[in-house]
């Protein structure tokens, strides 16, 4: 649990600060490059969010939404099978290990009333 808030937590800093630096260019907004890492990421910390492992930013407050943490796992699991061989090693990696990360919490979670496939 605390190796999927490192990880996220690290590439949502090294995210922001992209951001940060992209904003600063001429006073004008300059939207980032896309970036597989980064699409991943926000997707990884919605789910981290959902699993209740962060606190929901609106909320300021932990919550489990675990058919959404579902969704997001499955969806970044269907991004997997769809972009296999197309992805740089690191990116390939960096996929994978996000989704064993989310997969063990998921697993570690208990749940009432979710279909598990």
Same mark, same amino acid.
């Given at each position: 649990?605390?190796?999927?808030?490192?990880?996220?937590?690290?590439?949502?800093?090294?995210?922001?600060?992209?951001e940060k630096?992209?904003?600063?260019?001429?006073?004008?907004?300059?939207?980032?490059q896309p970036?597989?890492?980064?699409?991943?990421t926000?997707l =990884?910390?919605?789910a981290?969010?959902?699993l209740?492992?962060?606190?929901?930013p609106?909320t300021?407050?932990?919550?489990e939404?675990?058919?959404?943490?579902k969704?997001?796992?499955?969806?970044?699991?269907?991004?997997?099978?769809k972009?296999k061989?197309?992805? =740089?090693?690191?990116?390939?990696?960096?996929?994978?290990?996000?989704?064993?990360?989310?997969?063990?919490?998921?697993? =570690?979670?208990?749940?009432?009333?979710?279909?598990?496939?």
């Amino acid at each position: 649990m605390d190796e999927i808030k490192k990880s996220s937590d690290e590439s949502w800093k090294e995210a922001v600060e992209k951001e940060k630096e992209t904003l600063k260019k001429d006073g004008k907004f300059v939207p980032p490059q896309p970036d597989f890492n980064f699409f991943v990421t926000t997707l =990884s910390l919605q789910a981290s969010i959902a699993l209740g492992e962060m606190p929901n930013p609106s909320t300021n407050k932990k919550e489990e939404d675990l058919a959404q943490a579902k969704f997001l796992i499955d969806t970044l699991g269907m991004l997997k099978e769809k972009t296999k061989g197309n992805l =740089s090693t690191e990116e390939a990696n960096f996929l994978e290990n996000i989704l064993y990360e989310l997969r063990m919490v998921y697993v =570690s979670k208990p749940r009432e009333g979710i279909k598990n496939d």
